[in-house]
Each structure stands twice: as C-alpha cells, then as structure tokens.
C-alpha cells in the first residue's frame, strides 16, 4: 500500500521560505517520478513540480526560479523548497506518486503566506 505523507507547510510572511516534505513508503521510490501539486480554495488542483528517477526536474512555467524541487532516494523523500513567496501561493500543497495506472496522492499539508 503506498502512503505519502507530507510535512513542512504553515503560516510564512510574503518573502519567506519554506522547504515541504513528503515521505514515501509502498512504492520502489527510486523508480518512480514524483511529484507536487497544489489546491487553492475554490480553484483546481495545479501541478507544481515534478521530478524523474533519474533526478529530472520539471516545473510550472510561472514557478521557475522560485521553487526547487528534489529527492533523496535513500530516504524515501521528495522535496520541495519555496522561496520569496507570494500570497498567492497560499494552498493546501499535495504530493503526488505516478505509476503506470495512476497517481497517488498524500493527505496535503497547508501553506499560508500572510502578513
């Protein structure tokens, strides 16, 4: 059974950084592409970032130079670091897992960018 399981969201001011985690487990990590994906109220849920086995990164034209992601195959963990960030990018911020047949998704943790 694959679990994702993310942390490292919360409450920044415009500008700050924060750097989410997800954990993975049930799934051969190295071989998979992963990713993050995040849901602003009323709105879609919007890929973030992506990133290969092999360590590819790809990622949302409007949040290149600003957000990083990247994967640690000996931990079972993919992040995401988020730099000067914006009110806008306040959503609920999910990790995904792709396989053949579908994509898996964690429980989401809340990024909040407020004054």
């Known amino acids: 059974q694959v679990q994702l399981v993310e942390s490292g969201g919360g409450l920044v001011q415009p500008g700050g950084s924060l750097r989410l985690s997800c954990a993975a487990s049930?799934?051969?990590?190295?071989?998979?592409?992963m990713g993050w994906f995040r849901q602003a109220p009323g709105k879609e849920r919007d890929l973030v970032a992506r990133i290969s086995s092999g360590g590819s990164p790809f990622y949302t034209d409007s949040l290149k130079g600003r957000f990083t992601i990247s994967r640690d195959n000996a931990k079972n963990t993919v992040y995401l670091q988020m730099n000067r960030l914006k009110p806008e990018d306040t959503a609920v911020y999910y990790c995904?897992?792709?396989?053949?047949?579908?994509?898996?998704w964690g429980q989401g943790t809340q990024v909040t960018v407020s004054s």
């Open positions: 995904a897992a792709y396989s053949s047949a579908r994509i898996t």
């Open positions: 049930g799934i051969i990590f190295s071989g998979s592409t």
